[in-house]
C-alpha cells in the first residue's frame, strides 16, 4: 500500500485555482498595503498589516505543509519548485509595486478598491478549501469503482478482497487531512448542533448568548469546544482514535504522517494518519486522547483554585487589616517562587512518598465545602429549616467526595481512613491537580481582594450593612454576584494558562507518568530528536496551541461583550 | 520615600527566610535525603548504610539546627569519620579542622558546596546567573520595543482593523507557551531536513543546512546570531504579548483623554499627537507591567535553557531540583526571591517618578 498524501487523489486538481486565488490575494494585499502605506488614510491603514500577515501566513504555510511534511516517503515537493514559488512571490512583490504606482496616479482610492480584492480573494481561498473537502468527500470511491470496472463477471476478486481494496482506495483518496477531518465527525456533528441552538434562542441565553455577537468570541468558543467535545467522544465513546494510546507498531518507528501499517489486520486502522513517535505508537491517537487529560484537569482545577482564592480573598478584601496582611503574605511568598521550582518541589516522586500532596489536598479540597456551607448559612440563617435541608443536600455528598478523593487505597497512601472509598484518583493526577490549585490560587486570591476592596465602596454594600446584614452574607450575596464579570473573564483566562502549566510540567516529565498520552510529556518526548523528526512534537504542540489561544479569545470576547451593558 | 524603601527591604527579608525554609523543609524530607545519599554514595545502599551515610555527613539534624547553621548563626556540625579524621560541612576538604572557622553560613557569606556540580554555590550562581543575564538582555532588547510598538499602533485608533490584527497577534502570543513555539521555531529553523534549511542552502545563501542552531550551548561562550536568536525569540514572543496588550489598553485610554481632543480640534497632525501628547502619558502603565513581567520572564528561561540547552540559572535550577541538591536549590530560590521582590520595588518607585500626579502630590 502506499503511503497517504496529505491532500488525497484530488487535491492536484484545485491547485492551479488556488494558484491564481493566491497570486490575486497576494497582489491586492502588497498592492493595498503600499498604497495604505503612501496615502495614510485610516480607511486603508489595515490593509498593510492584513497583507503582512496573510505574506507570512503562506511563507510559512507553504514551507511547512510542502516541505516539511509532504514527505510521505516519495511524495515530497522538490525543493526547487518551493524556490520558483518564492522567485515568484518577490515577482509579485514588484509587480505590485508598480500596479499600486499606477493606480494611485489614476484612481481616486485604490487602497480600498484593492482592500475589497483582496477580502474576495480571501473569501475564494476558503472556498476552494470547502470545495476540495467537498470534493474529495463525495468522490472517494470513485478510484474503487475504476479498479473494479477493469475485471470481467468471471474472473471477479473475491468479497474480502474487495471490501479490502474499497477500504485502502477509500482512505487513498481522501488523503491524510480528509481522513483527519473526517474522524473528527462526531465533534463536527455536535459543534454544528450546538451553534444552531445557541445562535436560534441566543437572545434568551443572557451572557452566553451575547457571546454570539461577537466574531472573535465565537471563533474562541469554538476552538474551546472542539477540544471538549474531542474529549468527550474519546473519553467516553472512544470514537475518534485511530490506535490505543499504547499500542506499537513493528516497523512504525518515527515514520513520516500518512505511513501504512505493515501487515495491518482488517480491524486495524491501516494508517498511521499523523505518524509514528520514538516509540512506534500513532502521534493522532496519542494527540486525541491526551485532550481528554486536559480536559479533565485544567477547569477543575481552575475551579478549586477560585473556591479557595474566593473563600480567602472575600474576607481579606472586606475586614482589611491584619487577616488581610497575613494572607497576602502568604500569597506573596507563594507568588515569589518560580513556578518551576515549586513543582520540582512538590511534584518529585520522593515527594508523593512522604504523602504531602495528600495532606495538602485535605485542605485545599475543603475549600468548597466550607464555601457552600458559609454560603448556605449566610443565606438561610434566619430560617433554619431551609438552612438544615440546604446544608444536607449539598453538604452530604461534597463530604462523601471529598472523603473519598482524599482516601486512597494504594500501599502507598498516607490517608486511609474512609470505608466507603469509591473511587481513587491516579496518584499522578491527585499530584498535578493539586500542585496546579496550590499554584493559581495566590492569584485568584489577589484578584478577588482587589475586587472586593472596589466594590465594598459601592451604595448597595452601604445599604446592605445599614440594613444590618452580616459581613459574610454582604460578601457573598451582594459583593460576589457583582463581581462575577471580571471573575467570569479571569476563569477563562486562568483555564488557559493551567493548560500551559499542566504542559509545563509534562515539558519537565513531572508528575503524570512518562507514557501519559497528555499534550506535554508528549512535546517532551519529540523534542529529543526534533531537528531530525519534527512531526512527532508538532502535533501536540498546536493542539496546545489551539486550546489556550481558543480560551483567550473567548475569554476576550467575553469581556468585550459585558463591558458592552 | 526611605520609610517606604526600608519596609520594602524588610518584607523581602522575611520573605527570602520564609521561602528558603520552606524550600529547606522540602529538600530535607527523608525520601529526598534518601535519594541524594544514593546518588552520592552509592545506588545499592542499604536503608542502615543509607541512615549512616546521612548521620556522617550531617543531614540527620534537626531541622532548625541545619537551618540555622546555613544561615550561619550557629556553628557547622563537625564529625568523625572512619579514619578518626574530623569533617564537617565548615571544613573544606583539604585544609587542617583546626583552623577551619567554626561559623560557616550565609552570613559569613559562604553559600555551600553543590553536590551535582563539586563546585562551590557562589562560583557556580555567579557564573550562571552571568550567562541568564546576556539572554535576558537580548530578549528586553527584543522584546520591550516591539511590544511598545505593537501595542501603540494598536491603541492609537482603538476598533479598527490594526487595532484587531494587532490584537489578534498579541493574544495568540501569549497563547503560545514558550515549549510551544520553541519546539515550531526548531522544527522550521533549525531542522537539517525539514523546515527552511534545506531549501536556503540549495540556493547557496547559507553555508549549512539550517539558518539557525536548534540548540545555543555554543551561545555560551560566543553568542552569534545563529545560535542566539532562536532561544531570544522564544522568551521574548510569550512576554511581549502581554506587554503589548497593556501598552494598547493605555494608550486607548490616553486617546480618549480631553487633551488629545482639545489638540485634534486645534489641528494638531495626528503624527504630531500620538508622538508629542499620547505617548509619554502612555507609556507610564507599561512600564510597571514591563519590570513585573521579569518573574514570569524567569520560567520562560527556564524552559527556554532547558529547551536548547543553554547552561545558564534557569538550567542550574532544573539540574539541582532534579538531583536535590539542597544547598544549590537554597541560593536559587534566595536569588529568585530577590529577582522578584527587587523588580516590584523598582516598579513601584518608578511608578511615583514617572507620573506627575502621584509624584507632585
Redesign the interface.
Given at each position: 500500500m502506499e503511503p497517504l498524501t496529505w491532500f488525497g487523489a484530488y487535491g492536484s486538481s484545485f491547485a492551479p485555482l488556488l494558484l491564481v486565488l493566491v497570486t490575486l490575494a497576494i497582489t491586492c494585499g502588497l498592492c493595498a498595503a503600499l498604497l495604505a502605506f503612501i496615502d495614510n488614510t485610516?480607511r486603508a491603514?489595515?490593509?498593510?498589516?492584513?497583507g503582512i500577515?496573510v505574506l507570512l501566513l503562506l511563507l510559512?504555510g507553504f514551507?511547512?505543509v510542502f516541505?516539511?511534511?509532504a514527505?510521505t516517503e516519495g511524495g515530497a515537493m522538490p525543493?526547487?519548485t518551493?524556490?520558483w514559488m518564492?522567485g515568484a512571490l518577490a515577482g509579485l512583490a514588484i509587480f505590485a509595486a508598480m500596479l499600486a504606482w499606477f493606480l494611485d496616479s489614476f484612481f481616486d482610492n485604490p487602497a480600498a478598491f484593492m482592500g475589497i480584492l483582496f477580502k474576495w480573494a480571501i473569501y475564494g481561498i476558503a472556498a476552494v478549501a470547502v470545495l476540495w473537502l467537498a470534493v474529495t468527500l463525495l468522490w472517494q470511491g470513485a478510484a474503487h469503482k475504476e479498479w473494479l470496472a477493469t475485471f470481467d463477471a468471471a474472473d471477479m476478486p473475491s468479497a474480502e478482497e474487495i471490501a479490502e481494496h474499497e477500504r485502502i482506495s477509500r482512505l487513498q483518496s481522501l488523503g491524510i487531512l480528509a481522513n483527519v477531518i473526517m474522524r473528527f465527525t462526531p465533534v463536527w456533528i455536535a459543534l454544528v448542533v450546538l451553534y444552531g441552538v445557541s445562535i436560534r434562542y441566543k437572545r434568551r441565553l443572557g451572557l452566553y448568548g451575547k457571546l454570539f455577537d461577537s466574531v472573535?468570541g465565537m471563533i474562541g468558543f469554538g476552538l474551546v469546544m472542539f477540544w471538549v467535545f474531542t474529549a468527550f467522544f474519546v473519553g467516553v465513546f472512544d470514537m475518534i482514535a485511530t490506535h490505543a494510546s499504547l499500542d506499537q507498531a513493528t516497523g512504525m518507528k518515527n515514520k513520516l504522517p500518512g505511513t501504512p501499517l505493515m501487515g495491518a489486520t482488517p480491524e486495524e486502522f491501516p494508517v498511521y494518519l499523523l505518524g509514528g513517535d520514538n516509540l512506534a505508537r500513532d502521534i493522532f491517537s496519542r494527540m486525541v486522547y491526551g485532550s481528554t487529560i486536559v480536559i479533565q484537569i485544567a477547569p477543575l482545577a481552575t475551579l478549586f483554585a477560585f473556591m479557595v482564592g474566593i473563600t480567602l480573598g472575600l474576607p481579606a478584601g472586606y475586614y482589611s487589616g491584619k487577616l488581610d496582611t497575613a494572607l497576602s503574605?502568604l500569597a506573596?511568598?507563594i507568588?515569589?517562587?518560580?513556578?518551576?521550582?515549586l513543582f520540582?518541589?512538590?511534584v518529585?516522586p520522593?515527594?508523593v512518598?512522604?504523602g504531602?500532596p495528600q495532606y495538602m489536598a485535605t485542605v485545599l479540597f475543603l475549600f468548597p465545602l466550607v464555601f457552600m456551607g458559609v454560603l448556605i448559612q449566610s443565606r438561610f440563617r434566619t430560617q433554619p429549616q431551609k438552612n438544615i435541608f440546604w446544608m444536607a443536600l449539598i453538604l452530604i455528598p461534597l463530604f462523601l467526595i471529598y472523603a473519598a478523593a482524599i482516601n486512597d487505597g494504594g500501599s502507598h497512601s498516607k490517608i486511609r481512613f474512609w470505608p466507603l472509598d469509591f473511587f481513587d484518583i491516579p496518584p499522578g493526577i491527585l499530584v498535578v491537580f493539586v500542585a496546579v490549585v496550590f499554584v493559581n490560587s495566590p492569584t485568584v486570591f489577589r484578584i478577588v481582594r482587589g475586587l472586593v476592596m472596589d466594590i465594598q465602596t459601592r451604595d448597595y454594600v452601604a445599604a446592605a450593612q445599614t440594613r444590618g446584614e452580616r459581613p459574610w452574607y454582604i460578601m457573598l450575596w451582594e459583593i460576589l454576584p457583582n463581581a462575577r464579570g471580571p471573575l467570569i473573564v479571569d476563569f477563562c483566562l486562568r483555564i488557559?494558562y493551567t493548560t500551559?502549566l499542566l504542559?509545563?510540567l509534562g515539558?519537565?516529565g513531572l508528575g503524570l507518568p512518562p507514557e501519559s498520552p497528555d499534550w506535554?510529556t508528549t512535546?517532551?518526548e519529540?523534542?529529543k530528536l526534533?531537528?531530525?523528526y519534527?512531526h512527532p512534537?508538532?502535533p501536540p504542540?498546536?493542539a496546545?496551541?489551539s486550546l489556550?489561544?481558543g480560551?483567550?479569545?473567548l475569554a476576550?470576547g467575553l469581556r468585550e461583550e459585558s463591558l458592552k451593558d | 520615600m526611605g520609610l517606604f524603601i526600608l519596609r520594602r527591604v524588610m518584607?523581602m527579608l522575611?520573605?527570602a527566610i520564609?521561602?528558603t525554609f520552606?524550600?529547606f523543609f522540602?529538600?530535607n524530607?527523608?525520601?529526598?535525603l534518601?535519594?541524594l545519599a544514593k546518588t552520592e554514595g552509592n545506588m545499592r545502599m542499604t536503608d542502615a548504610q543509607v541512615e549512616s551515610w546521612l548521620t556522617e555527613n550531617g543531614y540527620l539534624q534537626p531541622l532548625p539546627l541545619k537551618y540555622a547553621q546555613w544561615i550561619g548563626v550557629m556553628p557547622g556540625a563537625r564529625t568523625l569519620d572512619d579514619d578518626g579524621e574530623e569533617t564537617g560541612r565548615c571544613i573544606p576538604p583539604g585544609t587542617d579542622p583546626a583552623e577551619a572557622p567554626r561559623f560557616c553560613g550565609v552570613l559569613q557569606g559562604y553559600w555551600g558546596f553543590s553536590t551535582v556540580f563539586k563546585d562551590p554555590v557562589s562560583e557556580i550562581i555567579s557564573t550562571r546567573l552571568g550567562l541568564t543575564a546576556k539572554l535576558m538582555f537580548w530578549v528586553m532588547l527584543l522584546m520591550v520595543p516591539s511590544a511598545l510598538l505593537i501595542g501603540v499602533l494598536a491603541g492609537m485608533?482603538e476598533g479598527?482593523?490594526?487595532d484587531?490584527?494587532?490584537?489578534?497577534?498579541a493574544?495568540?502570543t501569549?497563547?503560545?507557551?514558550e515549549?510551544?513555539s520553541g519546539?515550531?521555531f526548531?522544527?522550521?529553523l533549525?531542522?537539517?531536513?525539514?523546515?527552511?534549511g534545506?531549501?536556503l542552502n540549495?540556493?547557496g545563501l547559507i553555508a549549512g543546512n539550517?539558518p539557525f542552531k536548534?540548540t545555543a550551548t555554543g551561545a555560551m561562550e560566543d553568542a552569534t546570531f545563529q545560535n542566539f536568536f532562536l532561544p531570544v525569540l522564544t522568551i521574548a514572543l510569550y512576554g511581549m504579548g502581554y506587554i503589548a496588550r497593556m501598552t494598547r489598553a493605555s494608550m486607548a485610554e490616553v486617546m480618549t483623554a480631553q487633551y488629545i481632543r482639545t489638540a485634534r480640534l486645534k489641528g494638531v497632525k495626528f503624527r504630531n499627537i500620538v508622538m508629542k501628547h499620547a505617548l509619554r502619558n502612555a507609556l507610564i502603565a507599561p512600564f510597571t507591567v514591563i519590570m513585573l513581567q521579569v518573574?514570569w520572564l524567569?520560567?520562560g528561561v527556564?524552559?527556554v535553557e532547558?529547551?536548547f540547552n543553554y547552561k545558564g540559572f534557569?538550567w542550574t535550577?532544573?539540574q539541582a531540583?532534579?538531583n536535590?541538591d539542597i544547598e544549590l536549590?537554597l541560593a536559587?530560590?534566595v536569588v529568585?526571591?530577590f529577582v522578584?521582590?527587587v523588580t516590584q520595588l523598582i516598579s513601584d518607585i518608578g511608578y511615583v517618578f514617572l507620573n506627575p500626579r502621584i509624584r507632585i502630590s
Open positions: 485610516p491603514s489595515f490593509s498593510l498589516f492584513n500577515a510559512v514551507t511547512y516541505n516539511g511534511l514527505g525543493l526547487s518551493l524556490g518564492l472573535i503574605f506573596n511568598l507568588l515569589a517562587f518560580p513556578v518551576i521550582l520540582y518541589l512538590l518529585t520522593e515527594i512518598e512522604t504531602l488557559g500551559i504542559g509545563t515539558f519537565f506535554g512535546i517532551n519529540g523534542r526534533l531537528s531530525i519534527p512534537a508538532l504542540a498546536f496546545l496551541l489556550v489561544l480560551l483567550n479569545l476576550d | 518584607t522575611l520573605t520564609c521561602l520552606v524550600v522540602l529538600t524530607l527523608y525520601p529526598n534518601e535519594k485608533r479598527s482593523r490594526t484587531r490584527t494587532l490584537s489578534t497577534f493574544i495568540s501569549t497563547a503560545t507557551p515549549y510551544v519546539v515550531i526548531i522544527a522550521m533549525a531542522s537539517s531536513r525539514y523546515g527552511l534545506p531549501l540549495e540556493w539550517a536548534g518573574p524567569l520560567n527556564v524552559i532547558t529547551l534557569g535550577l532544573v531540583a532534579s536535590n536549590l536559587v530560590s529568585s526571591v522578584v521582590l
